[in-house]
């Protein structure tokens, strides 16, 4: 908390610096630094904010109330399940309660999906698996009948991955409902974590963190650690103000709430966001809790890694372009539309530094400067440090150790968040993908192009600015500036160029291995097909005593 408190100290310094009229450089430049700050700023105050709030706990009197209740050992002791959790009855507020446990599938791994069923059978209380399966594989079939689990294929996609939930939630009957994606899995104390939060009735959901365990590459880890203070602290903190939304997976809703606003929300592929929101507009009540209970993977490929945060970026945008939380048709708290607003504009953060790339490039052409000449340097920098060296301190302390991997995916990713801008104003419909699929993988320079172009300027600037440094015999932030963002966008493009590379062998390897077999099937001999016995069979064929 007091980091927190010197970060919130650093923006508003920083905020009194750069808006003071006497610090106004030039036109241009200013004006970029200002809009990308804006954001900035305002996105880091309501950060600060929420996290000084994650200090409240949701676990009441009511909730340790039901936990110790939820299980009845003597009851256990006489159906003779002392040895099979997965079976044991479950109550809440005294009266039997029912789960069933959706694991919606789309195209993923076999061992992914059966790690994930399995853990999903495996939870403590009775409960009912079944595997959603909208890729529709007979192979997912027979593991879900191997594993014991129920099989559910519907006639078609309509609606993605909502629609999948709504129509299982249409042949189904338990009091709650726990949705897990395909590459999530499930630790036993899920429901006996989770579920006596629902003692209060007026509780829609209750949500647990997205925990990852393939942090093995640089992507990975990069994309896993910029969800770390979302989850740690973020999360928690909208719990106090009942704001807390569903990410989708490792969450537990009741039923009888989700009827009330006519089902999962289908009209967009960011369906938990979407559903969140409509709960409390509806008055229901949201639980986050910060126990890890499933542990799941974060894209390990460019290409994964772009479409979901092609998808986040596009929902969070839709609700505030097509759903205002600050519309007055929005029935929702003061505290709640801010909560909602922050969620629907965090991804502006995203394109911020498209913004400030274009500012080092005026200087160093133009010699155009967004802050003005008779500003120190290093009054500039001191003030520039207290804003972004202090959020760097509260993600380190969270984290545990400096992520230069977080960075280096905000600083590389403005383009799809560009185009999750454009997705929403122009309602552009997109494809459902989902993290993990199986499939031949493209290129993932098909998803860099535009990283490539601006590395490409980025480098050329800095040669230039270098050539004018050594000609004018003077160095300038703008020049170390641009420097480090071609630093950055190349090491991103050097990750890109290795997955391609990889990528690549895999695929000569594959087509080597085929030319070999079929090489191989041609040399076999031919196996003479049967004849069919004539009216004068040879005795060396039939009846012949050799």
């Known amino acids: 908390m007091m ?23 030039d036109l241009l430049p200013f004006a970029l630094v200002v809009t990308a700050e804006t954001f900035l700023i305002a996105q880091a105050l309501l950060a600060l904010w929420t996290i000084l709030s994650s200090g409240y706990d ?66 403590r209380g009775r409960h009912r698996t079944l595997v959603l399966d909208d890729g529709r594989s007979d192979e997912v079939r027979d593991l879900a009948r191997e594993l014991g689990a129920d099989y559910v294929r519907r006639p078609d996609n309509r609606g993605a991955k909502a629609g999948n939930i709504n129509h299982a939630l249409s042949i189904t009957d338990g009091e709650f409902f726990a949705v897990f994606d395909a590459d999530f899995a499930p630790r036993p104390e899920f429901l006996h974590e989770t579920l006596p939060y629902f003692a209060t009735d007026k509780v829609a959901f209750v949500q647990t963190p997205q925990v990852y365990g393939n942090l093995h590459t640089v992507l990975s880890r990069g994309s896993g650690y910029m969800q770390s203070v979302f989850y740690s602290l973020i999360q928690s903190g909208k719990n106090r103000f009942n704001a807390a939304f569903c990410v989708g997976t490792n969450v537990v809703f009741r039923r009888n709430a989700v009827a009330d606003i006519g089902g999962i929300y289908e009209k967009s592929k960011s369906e938990d966001i979407w559903t969140s929101i409509h709960l409390h ?25 772009s479409k979901q945060q092609l998808r986040w970026a596009t929902g969070a945008f839709e609700i505030l372009l097509r759903h205002n939380p600050l519309s007055r048709k929005r029935r929702l708290t003061t505290d ?6 922050t969620t629907a504009t965090f991804y502006l953060n995203g394109i911020a530094p498209a913004l400030l790339l274009i500012v080092p490039p005026l200087q160093i052409y133009f010699d155009l400067t967004p802050v003005a000449l008779g500003v120190p340097t290093g009054t ?29 995916l905000a600083s590389a990713s403005f383009p799809i968040y560009m185009q999750a801008m454009w997705n929403a104003i122009t309602r552009r419909e997109r494809q459902w993908h989902v993290t993990g699929r199986v499939g031949e993988a493209r290129s993932p320079f098909n998803f860099t192009f535009p990283q490539v172009l601006v590395f490409l300027f980025l480098l050329l600037t ?85």
């Not at 010197?6 to 006497?22: D, E, H, M, N």
């Not at 110790?68 to 040895?83: C, N, T, Y």
């Not at 709640?336 to 607003?341: F, G």
């Not at 500039?380 to 280096?408: D, K, P």
């Open 336 to 341: 709640q539309r801010i909560q909602y607003l």
């Open 3 to 25: 980091l927190v408190l010197l970060a919130t100290i650093g923006v508003l310094a920083y905020a009194t610096f750069i808006f003071r009229p006497s610090h106004h450089g």
């Open 281 to 305: 507009e509806r008055g229901w009540r949201s639980i986050y809790t910060g126990a890890v209970l499933a542990v799941g993977d974060t894209p390990e490929s460019v290409e994964a890694y």
């Open 462 to 546: 800095t040669v230039v600015g270098a050539w004018k440094a050594q000609v004018t015999g003077s160095f300038n932030v703008a020049l170390v500036w641009n420097a480090l963002n071609t630093v950055v966008l190349g090491i991103f493009l050097a990750i890109t160029y290795g997955e391609a590379r990889t990528a690549r062998d895999t695929r000569r390897t594959a087509r080597r291995q085929a030319r070999r077999a079929h090489r191989a099937a041609r040399r076999r001999p031919a196996v003479p097909a049967p004849t069919a016995p004539t009216s004068d069979p040879s005795p060396h064929l039939v009846g012949d005593p050799r």
């Open 58 to 123: 949701a676990r009441d009197f009511s909730y340790h109330q039901a936990k110790r209740g939820l299980f009845d050992p003597e009851q256990v002791l006489a159906l003779g399940l002392e040895s099979t959790p997965r079976l044991w009855p479950m109550r809440l507020n005294e009266e039997a309660t029912s789960v069933d446990v959706f694991v919606t599938t789309y195209g993923e791994d076999l061992d992914v999906i059966r790690r994930t069923v399995s853990a999903a059978l495996a939870i």
């Open 380 to 408: 500039w920098l001191m003030y520039y440090a207290g804003f972004y060296f202090m959020q760097v301190v509260v993600a380190l302390y969270t984290m545990g150790s400096f992520r230069w991997e977080t960075l280096m």
